[in-house]
T-cell receptor, first 115, second 115 residues
Framework: AQSVTQLGSHVSVSEGALVLLRCNYS??????LFWYVQYPNQGLQLLLKYTTGATLVKGINGFEAEFKKSETSFHLTKPSAHMSDAAEYFC?????????????FGAGTTVTVRA | DAGVIQSPRHEVTEMGQEVTLRCKPISGHDYLFWYRQTMMRGLELLIYFNNNVPIDDSGMPEDRFSAKMPNASFSTLKIQPSEPRDSAVYFC?????????????FGPGTRLLVL
């Protein structure tokens, strides 16, 4: 079984400042890891994902995340926050390479951006 | 592609009534997932299908909930009878099981309020 812990339910950053959202996972097999973003009253949209290969993955809207197996982490970063980044962000994990495509989601982190 | 389509977008009903939520996955996708999102419990996987066959329904809360997928382009989630605690946003997602295409694409959700 797999699970995800997102540290911090709310993050507030100034426009132009670094965005850092923390995600730790547990999985009994090599994981597939995902970050999704949810804007108000909308569905979830994929930001980026790690399956295999390069551990630093780049996604849409300037976000990137690094898979660190030794730390069981997959933290999401963006060098410079924009007002449009205000949303809720979810980290998710599935059992990579298996026939099980279930995603387990973290509780989410709400990002607010101050002008 | 139009993406995952869900209907209705909003549903208000009275306790005891039957509720049917509908989902049209992305054409060609062979996995379909139903999720429920609440403030208290976050995002929960209810059930998922592969090639129209239910694979895992362990997340279905109780017998009042049922889901069907009569063909590759349509699925329903039914609640009968509905209760106020069923109030939530219900998401449908679909994915394609090919290497590198594990991403789940979410619909806009159905916001259900049971009075």
């Amino acid at each position: 079984a797999q699970s995800v812990t997102q540290l911090g339910s709310h993050v507030s950053v100034s426009e132009g400042a670094l965005v850092l959202l923390r995600c730790n996972y547990s999985s009994s097999v090599p994981p597939y890891l995902f970050w999704y973003v949810q804007y108000p009253n909308q569905g979830l949209q994929l930001l980026l994902k790690y399956t295999t290969g390069a551990t630093l993955v780049k996604g849409i809207n300037g976000f990137e995340a690094e898979f660190k197996k030794s730390e069981t982490s997959f933290h999401l970063t963006k060098p410079s926050a924009h007002m449009s980044d205000a949303a809720e962000y979810f980290c998710a994990v599935s059992e990579g390479g298996s026939n099980d495509y279930k995603l387990s989601f973290g509780a989410g982190t709400t990002v607010t951006v101050r002008a | 592609d139009a993406g995952v389509i869900q209907s209705p977008r909003h549903e208000v009903t009275e306790m005891g009534q039957e509720v049917t939520l509908r989902c049209k996955p992305i054409s060609g996708h062979d996995y379909l997932f139903w999720y429920r999102q609440t403030m208290m419990r976050g995002l929960e996987l209810l059930i998922y299908f592969n090639n129209n066959v239910p694979i895992d329904d362990s997340g279905m809360p109780e017998d009042r909930f049922s889901a069907k997928m009569p063909n590759a382009s349509f699925s329903t989630l039914k609640i009968q009878p509905s209760e106020p605690r069923d109030s939530a946003v219900y998401f449908c997602a679909s994915s394609l099981r090919l290497a590198g295409k594990e991403t789940q694409y979410f619909g806009p959700g159905t916001r259900l309020l049971v009075l």
